[in-house]
């Protein structure tokens, strides 16, 4: 079956602009969960989608936002860019929860000049 | 102090050797995984445990959940294992909703 697929794989935006990012799960997985890793701080968990709910939140900023379709598809939205959310942006999909196997995608690297 | 801790944090072999890589951890754990990643970025999972051992191939995976510790281990390592080894566990009290992660332990197999 598919994996997990995670679009754009690159992008490069300007500090103060928004950015959008998609993760489609593996088929019949219901939840996805997002993850920053930097160079600095390693791998942090940003927030687990379940069914569109949102179940779970990292310690980011409200600049940093998602969502999640009725086919489990989600997207991460981060507005008002900054220099530092340069990172490589993951996403998860599990069938439940990571007392499941997780299955990761490729990732989004994203750059912010 | 970090509540997964992964040692070593670069490991350096020749081809062939045998592979350890160990992880503890500090909080209650309801599963470990270890994950592997390449340059570039994907990350796979190599292994999802919450007791005993488990193997599949070359990778043997153990824990003990008495002691807060797992081991992930590599027989007859190739240079293609050069990755990126990180170990991740899932807190109850999180609702297993999260993985808490370790700092990755850098592996390189040379020929």
């Known amino acids: 079956k598919a994996g997990v697929t995670q679009t754009p794989r690159y992008l490069i935006k300007t500090r103060g602009q928004q950015v959008t990012l998609s993760c489609s799960p593996i088929?019949?997985?219901?939840?996805v969960s997002w993850y920053q890793q930097t160079p600095g701080q390693g791998l942090q968990f940003l927030f687990e989608?379940?069914?569109?709910?949102?179940?779970n939140k990292g310690n980011f900023p409200g600049r940093f936002s998602g969502r999640q379709f009725s086919n489990s598809r989600s997207e991460m939205n981060v507005s008002t860019l900054e220099l530092g959310d340069s990172a490589l942006y993951l996403c998860?999909?599990?069938?439940?929860?990571?007392?499941?196997?997780?299955?990761f995608g490729q990732g989004t690297r994203l750059t912010v000049v | 102090k970090n509540e997964v801790e992964q040692s070593p944090q670069n490991l350096t072999a020749q081809e062939g050797e045998f592979i350890t890589i160990n992880c503890s951890y500090s909080?209650?754990?309801?599963?470990l995984h270890w994950l592997q990643q390449h340059p570039g970025g994907g990350i796979v999972s190599l292994f999802m445990l919450s007791s005993g051992k488990k193997k599949h191939g070359r990778l043997i995976a153990t824990i003990n959940i008495q002691e807060k510790h797992s081991s992930l281990h590599i027989t007859a390592s190739h240079p293609r294992d050069s990755a990126v080894y990180i170990c991740a566990v899932t807190n109850p009290g999180d609702s297993n909703y999260q993985l808490i992660w370790g700092a990755g332990t850098k592996l390189i197999i040379k020929p």
């Open positions: 909080v209650g754990i309801s599963a």
């Open positions: 088929s019949g997985h219901r939840s």
């Open positions: 998860a999909s599990s069938f439940l929860d990571m007392n499941t196997e997780a299955f």
């Open positions: 989608y379940f069914s569109e709910t949102q179940r």
